[in-house]
């Protein structure tokens, strides 16, 4: 099926249950209690459980993974919930070295000390890594913030036959842009925060599946765990997707616009975006992703070059997140990220791209002192 196709029936998702009168948008039901004189056919009990506004989100995101969907409060919620029903004493994980960061301090600072092993590989170098030993490879692809991609499929390969399941942090991505189940992933976790959600507003993130046994098990997490969503949250996400591929659309394109202008650009040095033909890693992004994304990271000069073009692009906010409304950069290195001081982390958003371009070209323009 089409990534056309999976959003037009996103957007749709309601209409078979729809009576007269009913209303369109799914209503926001923050209830934690529900009407229970005996509890034969309850679909709700206690919020806890489930809800119905999680419900419709699930639902839209199962549509676009082709999966089981579990909703979760934050991106890092489902991180968690996935490691931990994956997981156990004396088995090794493999993370990204230079994937989000969070996920390596999850795991040092609570996994470790349960007694997991921790093995830390490049995103660059998983295409070649020897899984032997490891109980769960995670990926992150393309990485964050550096952009390196790897092979989705030949890593599920590699961890299958090792006997370990592969978990792809697939928020750079989205299920609109690339399809990690399709490609032999046991799960998909993704930050719903970022693009998904899209304005800057909202926590919010899922773990996906095809195998029933697994989800059932991080759908228990998060019944004793505690870990879940609130209705509010639900409710602007599923406003969010509704508009998530027309957002994508532009702001991949603008991306693949401003990183060809910004690569031959004097005082850009070390671009990174999938979607140039002389990025190390385009070959393997045409492959097994659907559309380049709307991050790119580069190099300027210093520290204090890059937090001066930060200061003086009028339409780029200076925000730690990304995949929002607003083109956004940030200097990673203040948050001890393994890169060049002057490393910007650029994520494109919708402005008509021309303003935006115009407004970046001027604030990389040398002025006068004073
Ligand atoms: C933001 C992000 C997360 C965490 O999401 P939260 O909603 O902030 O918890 C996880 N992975 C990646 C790649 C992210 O960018």
Redesign the pocket.
């Known amino acids: 099926m089409t990534a056309d196709r999976r959003f037009a029936d996103m957007l749709h998702h309601r209409a078979e249950r729809l009576g007269r009168g009913d209303p369109v948008a799914p209503p926001l039901i923050s209830a934690t209690t529900f009407h229970l004189p005996g509890l034969e056919n309850a679909a709700y009990k206690y919020g806890r459980m489930a809800m119905p506004t999680w419900e419709e989100v699930e639902e839209q995101l199962a549509i676009l993974e082709g999966a089981t969907v579990v909703g979760f409060p934050?991106?890092?919620?489902?991180?968690a919930a996935a490691l931990m029903c994956t997981l156990s004493a004396g088995q090794t994980v493999i993370l990204p070295a230079d994937?989000?960061y969070?996920?390596r301090l999850l795991a040092d600072r609570f996994l470790a000390p349960l007694g997991v092993k921790i093995r830390l590989i490049d995103t660059k170098d998983v295409d070649s890594a020897d899984f032997t030993g490891a109980s769960v490879v995670f990926l992150?692809t393309p990485?964050?913030p550096g952009l390196d991609c790897c092979d989705i499929s030949l890593a599920a390969r590699k961890a299958h036959a090792a006997g370990a399941r592969l978990i792809v942090?697939n928020?750079?991505m989205t299920a609109l842009l690339q399809r990690p189940l399709d490609l032999g992933a046991d799960l998909v976790?993704?930050?719903?925060?970022?693009a998904p959600a899209g304005h800057s507003d909202v926590?919010?993130?899922h773990v996906s599946g095809r195998d029933a046994a697994l989800m059932a098990r991080i759908a228990e997490w998060r019944k004793l765990s505690g870990a879940v969503p609130g209705a509010f949250e639900a409710w602007l996400l599923h406003r969010g997707l509704e508009t998530l591929e027309v957002r994508l659309a532009r702001m991949c394109a603008s991306a693949g616009i401003l990183a060809e202008r910004l690569s031959s650009h004097p005082r850009i040095k070390a671009l990174r975006y999938p979607g140039l033909p002389s990025d190390p890693a385009h070959a393997i992004a045409r492959r097994q992703m659907q559309g380049f994304g709307f991050l790119m990271s580069f190099e300027l000069e210093s520290e204090e070059k890059a937090e001066e073009f930060l200061t003086r692009s009028a339409y780029v906010t200076q925000t730690t997140?990304?995949?929002g409304t607003h083109s956004a950069g940030e200097r990673r290195a203040r948050w001890g990220d393994a890169v060049a001081p002057g490393f910007i982390r650029f994520s494109v958003g919708v402005e008509p791209v021309e303003p935006l371009w115009d407004a970046i070209e001027q604030a990389l323009k040398p002025h006068a002192k004073g």
Do not use: C, P, R
């Open positions: 934050s991106g890092m919620a489902a991180i994937g989000y969070t996920t992150e990485s964050n942090d928020t750079t976790v993704a930050a719903d925060t970022k926590l919010y993130g997140s990304f995949g």
